[in-house]
């Protein structure tokens, strides 16, 4: 099922890559289970661990009232039941205008096809050795 794993989460980031976050949601929502769990990174500002796609929802829309995101998929890494992507992700600030770029990885976890978790880190080498890989 790696494969198919694969093809989900791309679908999904593609969306994000073209069309941005807001685009993106309704195909994340019908690929992920009802109780997916989304993790932000710790020392993310105000990060937190959210779970069912309408509180996830939520929260993409409160992030997105005061910045714009445009997000980079570099390279996905299948891990059979778990995708690592390493992404690019350019912010700006709606109403400061400030900008700034991060370089970042997004675990993956599905299950029987769906989306079961998304975990985000600051650090692509921590993703790395949260799956058992080094860079």
Known sequence: MSQENVEVVRRV??????EGFEAAFPVFAEAASLDVEWREDPSWPDAGTYRGTEMIRQLMVDRLDSLDYDQQTERL???DDRVVARVRW???GKVSGAQGDMELAIVWTLREGA???VEFYLNR???LKAVGLEE
């Open 115 to 117: 989306i079961a978790r």
């Open 13 to 18: 980031a593609k969306v994000i890559d073209d």
């Open 125 to 127: 080498a921590d993703a």
């Open 90 to 92: 350019r912010r700006r």
């Open 77 to 79: 890494i299948d891990l």
